[in-house]
């Protein structure tokens, strides 16, 4: 599935808008099999659509969009859509109806992407990706909604689609998503018998390298490589590096019996992500990502000076300043999670020890500080030369570094709706 004009505009994702346009064409094409209806809106009002493909007993629901940096959710949705239009009998087999949440952060997404479309089109570049980044402050991310007892109240997004997993009760739940660079992985919330393999396969055949240990979910449990698995017992409550609790909608819809299954696809390829081959030195690898990390959110707090505490007089640039803030205050954290991570019962996959995840490691601790100093290049009510310049080497030397490959959108899509249909059929089939 592409979308018509997505590449003349800088980006080959739909934009919000262009996920509701075509989802109103499959249900002009196809009212039969398809329908469309909205949920909930956003904080600024934008409505959140439902896209539900057929009329079976059992229900699935993909939830997309739920980074604002991650839009390739929508195009993915819309691609396995347009598979049901084209041919509704697999529905009928499954005895399910599909249900595809196109966008679950349409305010954020439409922030990033205004950014986006002011690019040159053609093969998108990591400079230009960074350029155009947005991803919002832990907090106002809608699919990692507070604890009860944190004076955050929840995100309308993130309670609509709370009240969307209870009135479905969803057999599977997917949640798309996707890392601009690195490899795939697959997160389970239980194990499903014979995932892992139908999805190692998958990327296989896609040429998508795995992440042999994956550097996310770190107190999930490595099943084999490249799958994750929610260990049993483990605690619905995460805390992130700011010290902000929430409780995953991964999480939540276990009280149904919901399979989550949450599916990373790269915007660009790192091979050696993948490497097996054992590291001698660990500790030296993540003192070398600390060092990294630390040091270049000293440089960008230099480069900035006074500006790194001033928020921009144009209220519609706060959003950035609040998230590269954020970001550029929790390197100590992430560095003593990376310093007293424990893999005890959880595949004994400690961190560093292999090459893939060293390789993991070291893209993190660059990409912490990138971040950071992309959405403050955003921020600025006046063009920093120096912020600018950051972005531009720190993004030619996560190129350079790592060899990164661009993964063409239809091949990301593929990896979603592939490994999507087969965790179906293994769950779902008789």
């Given at each position: 599935?592409?979308?018509?004009?997505?590449?003349?505009?800088?980006?080959?994702y739909p934009?919000?808008?262009?996920?509701?346009?075509?989802a109103?064409a499959?249900?002009?094409?196809?009212?039969?099999?398809?329908?469309?209806?909205?949920?909930?809106?956003?904080?600024a009002?934008?409505?959140?659509?439902l896209?539900s493909?057929?009329?079976?007993?059992?229900?699935?629901?993909?939830?997309?969009g739920?980074?604002?940096?991650?839009?390739?959710?929508?195009a993915?949705?819309?691609?396995l859509?347009?598979?049901?239009?084209?041919?509704?009998?697999?529905?009928?087999e499954?005895?399910?109806?599909?249900h595809?949440?196109?966008?679950?952060?349409?305010?954020?997404t439409t922030?990033?992407?205004?950014?986006?479309?002011?690019?040159?089109?053609?093969t998108?570049?990591?400079?230009?990706?960074?350029?155009?980044?947005?991803r919002?402050?832990f907090?106002?991310?809608?699919e990692f909604?507070?604890v009860?007892?944190?004076?955050?109240?929840?995100m309308?997004?993130?309670?609509?689609?709370?009240?969307?997993?209870?009135?479905?009760r969803?057999?599977?739940?997917?949640?798309l998503h996707?890392?601009?660079?690195?490899?795939?992985?697959?997160?389970?919330?239980?194990?499903?018998?014979g995932?892992?393999?139908?999805?190692?396969?998958?990327a296989?055949?896609?040429?998508?390298?795995?992440e042999y240990?994956p550097?996310d979910?770190?107190?999930?449990?490595?099943d084999?490589?490249?799958?994750?698995?929610?260990?049993?017992?483990?605690?619905?409550?995460?805390?992130?590096?700011?010290g902000?609790t929430?409780?995953?909608?991964?999480?939540?819809?276990?009280?149904?019996?919901?399979?989550?299954?949450?599916?990373?696809a790269?915007?660009?390829?790192?091979a050696?992500?993948?490497?097996?081959?054992p590291?001698?030195?660990?500790?030296?690898?993540?003192s070398?990502?600390?060092e990294?990390?630390?040091?270049?959110?000293k440089?960008?707090?230099?480069v900035?000076?006074?500006?790194?505490?001033?928020?921009?007089?144009?209220?519609?640039?706060?959003?950035?300043?609040?998230?590269?803030?954020?970001?550029?205050?929790i390197?100590?954290?992430?560095?003593?999670?990376?310093n007293?991570?424990?893999?005890?019962?959880l595949?004994?996959a400690?961190?560093?020890?292999t090459?893939?995840?060293?390789?993991?490691?070291?893209?993190?601790?660059?990409r912490?500080p990138?971040?950071?100093?992309a959405?403050m290049?955003?921020a600025l009510d006046?063009p920093?030369?120096g912020?600018d310049t950051?972005?531009?080497e720190?993004?030619?030397?996560?190129?350079?570094?790592?060899?990164?490959?661009?993964?063409?959108?239809?091949?990301?899509?593929?990896?979603?709706t592939?490994?999507?249909?087969?965790?179906?059929?293994?769950?779902l089939?008789?």
């Amino acid at each position: 599935m592409r979308v018509k004009g997505a590449g003349s505009r800088g980006t080959p994702y739909p934009t919000v808008d262009e996920l509701t346009r075509e989802a109103r064409a499959m249900v002009a094409a196809r009212p039969d099999t398809v329908r469309l209806r909205t949920v909930g809106t956003s904080r600024a009002g934008r409505p959140l659509r439902l896209l539900s493909a057929g009329h079976g007993r059992r229900q699935i629901l993909t939830v997309a969009g739920a980074h604002a940096n991650e839009p390739v959710g929508g195009a993915s949705s819309l691609a396995l859509a347009a598979d049901f239009v084209r041919d509704p009998r697999v529905l009928d087999e499954l005895d399910c109806t599909w249900h595809f949440l196109l966008c679950l952060d349409p305010d954020g997404t439409t922030l990033g992407q205004r950014r986006l479309t002011e690019h040159p089109a053609g093969t998108p570049t990591l400079d230009g990706y960074y350029r155009g980044f947005y991803r919002p402050a832990f907090v106002s991310q809608p699919e990692f909604p507070p604890v009860s007892t944190d004076p955050h109240l929840p995100m309308p997004e993130s309670r609509a689609l709370i009240g969307l997993i209870d009135e479905l009760r969803p057999v599977l739940q997917f949640s798309l998503h996707g890392v601009e660079v690195g490899g795939s992985f697959l997160q389970l919330t239980r194990p499903v018998a014979g995932a892992a393999r139908a999805f190692r396969s998958v990327a296989a055949e896609l040429g998508i390298p795995l992440e042999y240990r994956p550097f996310d979910g770190m107190g999930w449990f490595v099943d084999s490589p490249g799958v994750l698995v929610l260990p049993d017992g483990s605690p619905t409550d995460e805390r992130d590096p700011s010290g902000y609790t929430s409780q995953a909608t991964w999480m939540y819809a276990m009280r149904h019996g919901t399979v989550t299954a949450v599916v990373e696809a790269p915007f660009w390829s790192v091979a050696a992500v993948s490497d097996p081959s054992p590291v001698t030195r660990p500790e030296q690898v993540i003192s070398r990502a600390a060092e990294i990390l630390l040091g270049r959110a000293k440089q960008l707090e230099e480069v900035l000076g006074g500006l790194a505490d001033r928020p921009p007089r144009d209220a519609r640039r706060l959003a950035f300043h609040t998230a590269a803030r954020e970001l550029m205050d929790i390197g100590p954290g992430v560095v003593d999670t990376w310093n007293t991570h424990d893999a005890h019962g959880l595949g004994d996959a400690e961190l560093a020890t292999t090459v893939g995840n060293s390789v993991s490691l070291g893209i993190a601790a660059r990409r912490i500080p990138l971040r950071a100093a992309a959405m403050m290049r955003s921020a600025l009510d006046e063009p920093s030369e120096g912020v600018d310049t950051l972005v531009r080497e720190w993004s030619r030397e996560l190129r350079a570094t790592f060899g990164t490959r661009w993964v063409p959108v239809h091949r990301q899509t593929a990896l979603h709706t592939r490994t999507m249909m087969h965790l179906a059929r293994q769950l779902l089939s008789p």
